[in-house]
């Protein structure tokens, strides 16, 4: 905000192109449904030990942000009886696959916990932090 950069989240340098970012995103995207918040808290810890501080936190955050709003906008749409926004993820992945993945992510984990549902800095921190299952 300092800087007056107002679209530094469209314009953020992420490393999208790194092989094992690629590799691993692409190996989530594939996982199975059971199972899925074992797997997206192991790619977590993955990529929190990969990618740079910064980079791991803009994953989560847009993960979190736009993942949680294309939840809810997920939910409408079933409700209103119409197809849910889904977004296919291929190579070159972009910021739009966070929102895809962070929306399975956070279904998954509020099919665990719904509680997650009425406390978005919890759900937040969760998916921060994940632990070994």
Known sequence: MKAGNFSWEIDYPFPYDDEYFSDATEKLNNAPGANLT???????????????????????????????ARYIENLIRTKMKMSPNKTEL??????????????????????????????????????????KN
């Open 90 to 131: 291929i190579r070159p992945f972009d910021r739009v696959g966070f929102y895809e993945l962070g929306s399975r992510y956070i279904r998954a984990l509020l099919e665990a916990d719904n509680s997650l549902a009425h406390n978005l800095d919890k759900l937040f921190h969760v998916m921060f932090e994940p632990r």
């Open 38 to 68: 074992t797997h997206f808290a192991n790619y977590h810890m993955e990529m929190k030990a990969r990618l740079k501080t910064t980079d791991y936190e803009y994953l989560v955050w847009q993960e979190w942000k736009e993942g949680f």
